[in-house]
Each structure stands twice: as C-alpha cells, then as structure tokens.
C-alpha cells in the first residue's frame, strides 16, 4: 500500500500536467506554436494554472527551478543587480532562436582604457574578462588551403607533442613561404566560464598575462591537405606582464631605475626614454633603415622589464624578436643550404650586422633520442643543490675564465651525475652589437665566413651558464674544441673545415718523414681534396703523354 | 665503314642531359668546396644552382637506371662476365700500346653488348655506386633536419659529407679519362658524332 502510495506521490505532478497538454494552450496562445524549451510542457513553467481556463494574471515562470546552477551564478552577477532577468537575454519560448549576446547591449562598448584594445576585443571571448574564469582555453586555428602539406616532424621536430616557440616562428615562417602562399592563422581566447557569471569588474591584467594564469596550453588545429591538432606553449600567445619582483632583478632595476624614470605619463615609452640614457647607441641606430622607416622602436626589440637581457638571448630567443617582423625570413634566404638548421644555432645580426662583434655561445645540453634539450638551472639545481653558483662550479681556479681542463671536468662531472647523454651545444650570436642591422646584400654570405677555422668567433667564446632566470657568460680561452672527442663535436660542421689552400701541398711535399702522422691530422678532410686534385693531376699528365705519343705515331 | 645503331634516342637525350647537369654540379661543388676559386660571382647562385641541379641529377639517375632495368640493358652491357674478366689485360694493353701501333680496337661493339671490358668496369662502378652514393648523400644534405636520424645512422654529416666529396673526386677522374676516351674512336670526333646521332662508325 506503502509503495502505491509513493508511486502517486511521484506521478502526481505529471498526472497534473497530463490533464492541460500544449495542444489546450495553443488553441488560444497559438504564437507559441513553433515554441520549443526542450520537451518542457507548457504548465510546467505556468504551473499555477490548474484548470482552463486559467485567471488572467498569472505568476511570473521561474527558470531557477530548472536552470538553479546558472540561477544562483546570475543571482551574484551584475546583471542581476541592475535588476535584468533572464527574458533580457533568452527568449524563454525561442531559446533556439534568440539569444542575445553580449554586443546586442553592449556594443559601443569603449574600452578606452584597455592597452592593445582592438587586439582584444578581436580575439578575446567578453567572459575571458567579464566571467569568473578560472580556466579557458585558447584555440588557434591555421587554415593552409590546398596548398603543398606541412609534416608534423616540420611542424614538431622535437615530437613533444607541443609547439614551442622556436617551433611557432618556424611554423609562421613556412606559412608564409612559397609556394605554400599565405596561410590564415585565427587565434581565439575563448571563456570556458559559466556565462552567467558576469562581474561587475573586469578581472585584472594578471589574471591572463601571468605563469598559472586562466589560459593554460593552447590548442593548434592545422588545416589543409594535412591536417594536425597540437598544444602550443600559450606564451607565445600571452606575453607576459612585468612584476615588481621580476623587476628588482633586471638590468635597469639592478641598476636601481625606478619605474617613474621611464614611465612618466601613461602614454606608450618612446625612443626619447631610452635615450636619456643610451644616447651613443641611438647616435647608431637613428641612421638605420629600421629607425628610419619609423616602424621600430627601442622597446620593440628590447623589453627591459625581460629578466634576462639581450645579450643573455640564445639564438632561436633573439630570432624570435626579429621574426614578430621578418616572418618571411626563410623564403629571404632560400639559398641558404638547410635555412632551418642555420636559424637553431644563428641569428638574424650574425649576417646582418657586420661591425658587431660575434661570438660562439656553448651551453650545455642533454639529448634524448634526436632531441637535444638545453639544461635549465632548475636541473643544475637537482644536480649541484639549491642556488648553486654554476660560474665558481666552471670555474675552478676563479680567474674569471674558463680553460679547456675546467670545461672538460665540469663536463664530466655533468655526464656522471645526469647519467644521461650531456653534449655541448653551440650557436653564434653577437655579443657585442653595433646597432645597425640595415645590411641586406651581405657580403659575407659565402660559406666559409663561418665555416672555416679562420671565422671571427673562434676569438671570442662564450660559455653560458643558467643561474636563477638568467644566463651567465663565461669567457672561454684556449683551444677548447680540438681537446675535445670528436663525439661531442662531430657534427658541428663548423670546426676544422678549413679550405684547400696551395700551401697545403707545399707542407705536405716539406715534411719530414715522422712528423708525417701529425700532419695528416691536422689536415683531415682537407686529405680527401689532397688526393683527389693529386689523382687529377696524374690523370691529366697521362693523358697528355698519351695525347703526344698519338701525335708523334701519326706524323 | 659499317654504321651500328647503338645508342637509342631517350639515352642520347639522357646522356647530353645528364652532361649539363654534370658540368654544373662540378663547377659549382669546385667553388662551393674552393670558395677561393670564383665561378660565379653570386655565392647565393652557387649554392642554389648546386641544389637544383644536384635534384635534377637524382632524377636523370633515376631515369637511367629504369630505362636499362626495363629494356634488360643492366644485364647486357653492365654486367661483368668471366670473358670480360680475361679480356682486360689485352683491353688495357690496347689503350697503351697496341693504339700506337695502328692496331684495331679488340672489342668490337655490338647492340647486344656495347662496352668493352675496361668501359664495364668504369661504367658499371661509377653509375651504380659512385653516382648513388653522391646522389644519396645529396639529398640527405638537401634538409639535415629531416634526415636526422638517417644522416647520424649513417655516421654523422661530417663523414657524410667527406663520402660526398670522396665520391665525387672519384666521378670527376673518370670523367677526365671518359673525355679523353671519347677522341679515340676511328676519327676524333667519331663517338661523340654517334652520341648524337646514334650511330657508331
């Protein structure tokens, strides 16, 4: 009986509902024919009517009673304070049809005090801002047509599965290399926010521009003859904003510069600021093409609230500047062989800036398979203990440079604790610039400008170690790459690749007997040219013998 | 003198072709090897004109191996039998001595078997391992970062690259002999006149 009377309980309403159907409302309502809530019945929001007809004045529906999540959100959100309801947005019989989004409203909207203010609001949800966000997601959708397929190995060479930012200014140079033509890149930073929950103030800056912010990795989609779905580092998307703390650890806020001394109105800092003190250095670029052309300013390639300073960039960071602006860099240099593999170890002023001074950069690396991943300090942290001063590690002796002997134990020492394949990588970045960049026709563009043994940046070498966000460069003396084995060097196809040169032949026809072996090696593939030019020349004197001998039997 | 149609259009096409492409690579890989040594006066071209051509040269080796795989000409006029083996001292001796003397040529070509025993031995070494092998190398130079772990299977880019260079002094010295071979025929000009016309005399 007990259970008869539960199941009438439960029913009751439904037997209710049962005995008004829609088809009864609709002969007289019948605008709302066409009307869809989901399978909601009519007297299921009006349920104060119990019989038809129905009085005239009729309660208010109440959405809470099925939406009560979104209800309770919209309950604390501005909207509901300045008094709108739901039928403000939704139109409760039309859902499907009518949904009023923010713009209905709020179109003319200013944002007069948001920096970059078109930039976001092209891209950027409202609700990103306006939401209580705690995670959205950035989704960036590339479109290459039926253009020639981009290969994921170009697209991912390390096979991590995430785009970083080298990889991201690798990625955008091909989408603008023929014949590939251009390829659309559409970047969305959408709210995955519930959307009642609009606030009465934006959130700050922070909340998007700073490390566990609401945007975590970004989703790539590539579209086209093949297509591929990868994260990306969201970095590359969302730069970030500089902190007071960062700050105090800057060139300029080493240097006690306050933030006033160059922020002295809210408008954006011109050359002027920077001026004020790198007068001599601007004295060099104002001539420029760059500064000339009005298109860059200082902070366009230098940003000084960056912790670690420019001259502390590695080649792909430097590159990263300039490509923001030369994305067509690899289609400019087509004919330089492998164009990708020079930029992981150049960048861009190694050719463009011929008075600056260049230098070889080693740092320490560890590989993994065919991926070659630089060690951080925090892995240097796990190996020597926290704050560990990796310059005086180097260094032994302390004299402010580092030799062969100190470089080969630290490297040792490196490989034995990491029990991992530790290689020392390298790259040829400026070191001292001269800040005119506008050398295009460079004459130096012949191979053996670098790859010889004579190239300039064998005089001056850098070692660089992390410390903390930073990087320090220790002075390398000596001949440190002719001490090492082979194996860690052998594919820098820099070293040892001098020319053949006449003078080769005259050592080789001088030496003594048993300084033979020694001179063998330090000729190394320069042997192959030996020989083969040897080989040629005996060919050639043969068969002028037999030129002359067929010359004389004929006569 | 009786005339034997030994060489077929697509292979004298092949050949003239695959002269150019030769003669470029090599002037170039000499500047790109020697910079010292100026060709071209654009380093940008020389490297470009070395990529192009070194791809167009992996097409006409490809040609030249399909083309002889497909009519049977791998086996009939490469590959080296026991006779050939006996028959090179007195081939080699010919081009020495016997020339001089106004002796004939041991070897008489037919369409069945064109080359003599010493021209097997250079032809059949040079197009089926010299040119591959700089051909291969080529390509995996044309994008290091594709070939990556290709390139480091096969002993790093630096060996690669001296293979490359090896390969090729050894493709430049049989062509040096090769052009001279070429004023030996009946008259002087009479195996270059058959390498356009078809015909040798």
């Known amino acids: 009986m007990n259970v008869l009377v539960l199941i009438f309980v439960a029913l009751f309403p439904l037997v209710s509902y049962a005995s008004i159907s829609n088809e009864d409302c609709l002969g007289c309502h019948d605008k709302y024919k066409e009307s869809r809530h989901g399978q909601t019945a009519c007297v299921q929001c009006h349920d104060d009517i119990g019989s038809l007809p129905h009085d005239e004045k009729l309660k208010r529906p109440s959405c809470k009673a099925c939406h009560g999540k979104a209800a309770a959100e919209y309950k604390r959100s501005i909207h509901s304070e300045k008094g709108l309801s739901c039928k403000n947005c939704h139109d409760v019989h039309f859902p499907a049809k009518a949904k009023k989004g923010c713009h209905s409203c709020h179109s003319g909207a200013s944002h007069a005090s948001l920096p970059s203010g078109e930039k976001h609001l092209k891209a950027v949800d409202c609700l990103v801002c306006h939401g209580k966000s705690e995670k959205d997601e950035i989704r960036i959708h590339i479109d290459t047509g039926k253009k020639d397929p981009i290969k994921r190995e170009i697209i991912d060479p390390d096979g991590n599965q995430l785009i970083d930012r080298k990889e991201w200014n690798n990625l955008q140079a091909l989408l603008q290399k023929a014949p590939m033509g251009k390829g659309e890149i559409n970047k969305q930073f959408l709210a995955k926010t519930e959307p009642h929950s609009v606030t009465k103030k934006p959130v700050s800056c922070k909340s998007c521009h700073s490390d566990g912010g609401i945007f975590q990795q970004a989703r790539v989609t590539i579209m086209g003859k093949q297509s591929h779905e990868l994260f990306a580092d969201r970095k590359i998307f969302i730069p970030e904003l500089p902190s007071i703390e960062d700050y105090r650890h800057t060139v300029h806020g080493k240097k006690d510069i306050k933030c006033s001394d160059c922020h002295t109105s809210q408008q954006h800092i011109n050359d002027s600021v920077c001026t004020a003190c790198h007068d001599s250095i601007y004295g060099i670029y104002k001539d420029t093409v760059h500064s000339k052309k009005g298109a860059t300013r200082c902070i366009d390639c230098h940003n000084p609230h960056h912790v670690k300073a ?21 289609d400019k240099h087509e004919w330089l062989p492998n164009t990708l593999l ?18 070889m950069v080693f740092s320490f690396a560890v590989k993994e398979g065919n991926k070659e991943m630089p060690l951080e300090y925090l892995d240097m942290e796990k190996i020597f203990g926290k704050n560990a001063e990796l310059k005086k590690l180097v260094d032994r002796n302390g004299d402010g440079t580092v030799i062969c002997k100190e470089l080969a134990a630290f490297f040792i020492e490196l490989r034995k604790r990491l029990q991992k394949e530790v290689t020392i990588s390298s790259s040829i970045v400026v070191t001292k610039a001269f800040h005119n960049y506008s050398e295009k026709d460079t004459k130096s563009r012949v191979c053996v400008t670098c790859h010889s043994e004579k190239a300039p940046f064998y005089e001056s070498m850098f070692l660089s170690v992390p410390e903390g966000e930073r990087a320090v460069h220790i002075p390398v003396k000596g001949p440190v790459l002719s001490a090492f084995p082979i194996s860690v060097f052998i594919d820098m196809c820099l070293l040892g690749e001098g020319k053949i040169h006449a003078k080769d032949f005259d050592s080789i026809l001088k030496v003594r007997r048993e300084d033979m072996h020694q001179l063998i090696d330090e000729l190394g593939f320069k042997l192959i040219d030996l020989i083969g030019i040897v080989f040629s020349l005996l060919i050639l004197s043969g068969i002028a013998v037999h030129v002359f001998l067929r010359i004389v039997v004929k006569k | ?98 020339i001089f003397r106004g002796e004939k040529n041991p070897f008489v070509p037919t369409p069945d078997s064109k080359f003599n025993s010493l021209q097997k031995l250079a032809y059949s070494s040079v197009m089926l391992v010299f040119v591959p092998i700089i051909v291969i190398t080529g390509v995996l130079f044309s994008d290091i970062l594709f070939f990556f772990s290709w390139i480091k299977a096969l002993g790093g880019l630096r060996i690669l690259d001296a293979v490359h260079v090896a390969a090729a002094y050894v493709f430049i010295l049989y062509l040096l002999v090769h052009l001279y071979m070429a004023t030996l025929g009946p008259k002087l000009h009479s195996h270059i006149k058959g390498m356009i016309t078809g015909y040798e005399e």
């Open chain 1, 310 to 330: 420019y001259k502390e960039l590695s080649a792909p960071e430097r590159l990263s500047v300039c490509v923001r602006c030369h994305k067509d860099y690899i």
């Open chain 1, 342 to 359: 020079h930029f992981h170890y150049l960048e861009c002023s190694t050719c463009h800036s011929p008075d600056s001074t260049k230098s």
């Open chain 2, 1 to 98: 003198m009786s005339k034997l149609y030994l060489h077929p259009l697509p292979l004298r096409i092949w050949h003239w072709a695959n002269a150019c492409i030769v003669l470029v690579l090599i002037m170039t890989g000499i500047q790109l090897r020697v910079p010292s040594i100026q060709i071209l006066h654009d380093y940008r071209y020389v490297v470009l004109l070395h990529k192009y051509f070194g791809y167009a040269m992996a097409g006409s080796f490809l040609f030249w191996f399909f083309y002889y795989l497909a009519t049977g000409g791998l086996t009939k006029h490469y590959l080296m039998g026991l006779q050939d083996v006996k028959s090179m001292p007195q081939q080699a001796l010919y081009y020495v001595l016997h």
